[in-house]
């Protein structure tokens, strides 16, 4: 009876911190995407100098997000979105063009992230 328990108490665990680290980083993935909307606006209404400093707020925000993240989901979801967050600062200045596509493209990758890591019997078991 007490190894029925043990599992037990071992298995609930499990299923808590899986759930407690998908709402985590399903409630960072959307700040992330609320501020690559403020990027955008910035950058569409013509503040440049603005959308440089959130897209360099961003890329620290999404550095201390990776760190944790890492341990919680595989590291192929995070490096393409890890390459385009570092890029965008310097797109905005350089290549501007380009910086639409890309703000478009890092908030479906973070939605990806999001919903791959949203609470369901499959992820947390």
Not at 18 to 42: H, L
Not at 107 to 123: A, R, V
Request: include cysteine.
């Amino acid at each position: 009876m007490t190894r029925l328990k043990i599992s037990i108490f071992i298995m609930l665990s499990f299923v808590l911190i899986s759930t407690i680290s998908c709402r985590w980083i399903n409630k960072k993935c959307d700040e992330m995407i609320f501020q690559v909307r403020e990027i955008s606006d910035s950058f569409s209404s013509g503040d440049t100098e603005n959308a440089v400093l959130l897209a360099q707020h961003l890329d620290g925000y999404w550095e201390e997000f990776r760190k944790k993240a890492s341990v919680m989901v595989k590291t192929e979801r995070l490096s393409e979105t890890d390459m385009i967050i570092s890029g965008i600062a310097v797109k905005i200045k350089d290549t501007p063009q380009e910086v639409n596509y890309l703000l478009s493209e890092l908030s479906h990758m973070i939605l990806l992230l999001k919903s791959s890591e949203t609470p369901s019997f499959s992820n947390i078991l």
